[in-house]
Nanobody, 121 residues
Framework: QVQLVESGGGLVQPGGSLRLSCAAS????????MGWYRQGPGKQRELVAV???????TYADSVKGRFTISRDNAKNTVYLQMNSLRPEETAVYYC???????????????WGQGTQVTVSS
């Protein structure tokens, strides 16, 4: 079994900051890419940021310069520091990871349950 558990969502005023965390646990052999996606009301899920095991990052254009993704490989945890948040970024934020389980020779996708981020005054 593998689980991704997110934390850190909540209500924040426009221009404010939040830090999301996502910890992977279970019978994990290795984790390749980890990342964050979001789905706003009436919208499709979209990529926010991803980071490889080597630390290479990719961001959606809309968050460049305001969001920072990082990871702690020893803790199997990925973080998303979000600054200068905007009301249109209200969404459920989902953690994603490509994980190889112990005893297997391939990776598969895993998703967290999602954490609500609401940006409102």
């Amino acid at each position: 079994q593998v689980q991704l558990v997110e934390s850190g969502g909540g209500l924040v005023q426009p221009g404010g900051s939040l830090r999301l965390s996502c910890a992977a646990s279970g019978s994990i052999s290795m984790i390749n890419t980890m990342g964050w996606y979001r789905q706003g009301p009436g919208k499709q899920r979209e990529l926010v940021a991803v980071i490889t095991s080597g630390g290479t990052t990719t961001y959606a254009d809309s968050v460049k310069g305001r969001f920072t993704i990082s990871r702690d490989n020893a803790k199997n945890t990925v973080y998303l520091q979000m600054n200068s948040l905007r009301p249109e970024e209200t969404a459920v934020y989902y953690c994603h990871a490509d994980i190889r389980r112990i005893g297997l020779f391939y990776e598969r996708d895993y998703w967290g349950q999602g954490t609500q981020v609401t940006v409102s005054s």
